[in-house]
């Protein structure tokens, strides 16, 4: 039986997907992403990989690092994964725009303590 991979794989993982939509989202504007459907889906995808990695984090860890809003990411993915039909390309890119880069920070800060 494999070993499941500990939290700290699981902020890497968060990291790389991050990583992923900044560089596919790099000297795009709103119009052109949401004109480029393959561009939307490799997003979306790596929006599903961070609630999911998020999501398969110990409920210990979660609890230690409250001031990252764990549920919100899990819900966003829920949507992404069960609520396709709902999904606002408004709603994404403004997620790609605000939310990410501080996401980022603050799990590359968990990761130097751990």
């Known amino acids: 039986m494999r070993e499941k ?7 890497l ?9 900044v560089e596919f989202t790099q000297n795009v504007d ?3 992403y949401k004109g480029n459907k ?12 961070i609630g999911e990695a998020a ?4 409920k210990e860890f979660r609890s230690a690092h409250p ?11 829920h949507v992404l994964v069960h609520g396709y039909y709902q999904i606002r390309d408004e709603i994404v890119w ?6 990410l880069l501080p ?5 590359e800060n968990i990761l130097k303590e751990l």
């Open 94 to 99: 403004a997620t790609i725009k605000q939310e």
């Open 5 to 11: 991979p500990k939290d700290g794989s699981r902020l």
């Open 67 to 77: 001031e990252i809003e764990w549920t919100v990411i899990i819900g966003m993915r």
């Open 103 to 107: 996401l980022k920070e603050q799990v």
């Open 13 to 21: 993982h968060i990291i790389e997907a991050i990583d992923n939509i």
């Open 38 to 49: 393959i561009l939307r889906f490799a997003v979306i995808k790596n929006l599903e990989i």
């Open 30 to 32: 709103f119009d052109s």
């Open 55 to 58: 999501y398969l984090l110990t």
